[in-house]
């Protein structure tokens, strides 16, 4: 054989691994599948068009838009910014400030949704003649105390009115969810390097400025995917506003249509097929904004110095990286 001639293997003749479990899998789901399917189109409990004749009742509709998406918004909105208030306060250097955010955590954490939302159904019971007072306390006593008979109040809000409406549900649901958010906020920021703030502090920005320009847009990439997957299960924590009672929530609705026609299963597949398809609606926004905050990140880490220098290389710029980002 020549020293030049390339040495050509023999032929293998591999055997493939055979999963006779895996093929047995197979076919007890294929026929489990199929008997669900046969049952879903089959069996009377399934009366599919009682199910869309009562997805498509305006008060249904209504409940829908109202009691459960903008409910949705609005407490996650209040949810987030508290809980980013909260994420804040926990990692300050003032103790008061951490004993207080750690006790709210520690008690909205563990108190149930249900639980929360039926005290406040009845909170108007902690409130004299059931008003909420806006302006001084006991300011009758204080300006008697100066010999002054008047009042500091603004005016009053009756608690029971407040409570059973929407901003009790939004109050209810949002109080609870900054908890977990302060937690999920404080875990993302925990992810920057600490020389990203000590190199905007070096360069003469507040701790303030430093956390809304250089920290929060860089701990939103860990933030973003915990974030969406609670604003999908506070979609669906919607259903338990009946605790207020809130009366125009989608569930509810569903509910009294299904109690009145003695039909409970074709209603509550109606509200398995809302809550389903804004769940995946609401699964590929958040698949969409996890690649937009995690832009310019190989495989979820940051680049390093030697990275960043052999990018700057091919494109012929000079890379800009705040002290302390080579780590």
Not at 87 to 106: D, E, H, K, T
Not at 199 to 211: I, W, Y
């Amino acid at each position: 054989m020549s020293l030049t001639e390339p040495e050509v293997p023999g032929t293998i003749d591999a055997v493939p691994v055979r999963h006779p479990g895996r093929v047995v899998a197979v076919i007890i789901t294929l026929v489990v599948t199929a008997m669900l399917v046969h049952q879903l189109f089959v069996n009377p409990a399934f009366d599919w068009p009682f199910t869309f004749e009562a997805m498509t009742q305006q008060p249904v509709i209504d409940g829908y838009i109202k009691g459960t998406l903008l409910v949705t918004v609005a407490a996650m909105v209040f949810g987030v910014l508290l809980g980013i208030l909260l994420a804040v306060m926990r990692m300050s250097p003032n103790f008061v400030l951490r004993w207080i955010a750690g006790v709210y955590i520690w008690f909205f954490r563990g108190m149930p949704r249900y639980v929360l939302l039926a005290i406040l159904g009845g909170a108007g019971a902690f409130f004299a003649g059931g008003l909420i007072v806006i302006g001084v306390p006991y300011d009758e006593q204080i300006l008697s105390l100066l010999g002054i008979h008047g009042t500091l109040r603004i005016g009053t809000i009756d608690a029971n009115v407040l409570f059973s409406s929407y901003a009790g549900a939004v109050l209810g649901l949002g109080l609870s969810e900054a908890a977990y958010m302060a937690e999920i906020a404080r875990s993302g920021i925990l992810s920057v390097d600490k020389g990203q703030t000590e190199a905007a502090l070096a360069l003469g920005m507040s701790r303030s400025q430093t956390m809304r320009r250089i920290v929060l847009p860089q701990a939103m990439r860990v933030i973003v995917p915990p974030t969406g997957n609670e604003t999908i299960a506070m979609f669906k924590d919607t259903s338990l506003l009946s605790a207020l009672p809130l009366a125009g929530e989608m569930y509810f609705q569903l509910h009294s249509i299904g109690t009145a026609y003695y039909k409970l299963v074709p209603v509550l597949i109606a509200a398995t097929i809302y809550y389903l398809a804004t769940a995946t609606v609401m699964g590929i926004g958040q698949s969409w904004l996890e690649r937009h905050f995690g832009r310019g990140y190989a495989n979820g880490t940051t680049p390093t110095r030697g990275q960043a220098k052999a990018a700057s290389a091919t494109s012929g710029e000079t890379p800009l990286m705040f002290p302390g980002s080579d780590h």
